[in-house]
């Protein structure tokens, strides 16, 4: 059964830092690619980050880059989104999302076949 668990988000004041976690369970992780959405208020998904599963390749959202780091842990099966420095246009539900694809980076939603619960991020003074 695969499965997916975010977890680390919270009430954060601007400026503070976050460290998300995404805990995989039922395949072998290093056979897929991995990204991080999020989804404000009112607002589409949005992709934040991604990571390949050949080289460990990463690219971000221009919003989020030099402040937020993608990283994943095979033998852990763990995926995570480090957050500093972070504004209150981060605040969002964020998603980690799988897709079977072995290779180059993935980041289209709709390339995503697993995704996590999401977890909350709310910056705020």
């Known amino acids: 059964q695969v499965q997916l668990v975010e977890s680390g988000g919270g009430l954060v004041q601007p400026g503070g830092s976050l460290r998300l976690s995404c805990a995989v369970s039922?395949?072998?992780?290093?056979?897929?690619?991995i990204g991080w959405f999020r989804q404000a208020p009112g607002k589409g998904r949005e992709g934040v980050s991604f990571i390949s599963s050949a080289d460990g390749s990463t690219q971000y959202a221009d919003s989020v880059k030099g402040r937020f780091t993608i990283s994943r842990d095979n033998a852990k099966s763990a995926v995570y989104l480090k957050m500093n420095d972070l504004k209150p246009e981060d605040t969002a539900i964020y998603y980690c999302?799988?897709?079977?694809?072995?290779?180059?980076?993935?980041?289209?939603?709709?390339?995503?076949?697993?995704w996590g619960q999401g977890t909350q991020v709310t910056v705020s003074s």
């Open positions: 039922g395949f072998t992780l290093e056979y897929y690619a």
């Open positions: 999302a799988l897709a079977s694809q072995y290779g180059g980076l993935v980041t289209q939603a709709w390339e995503y076949e697993h």
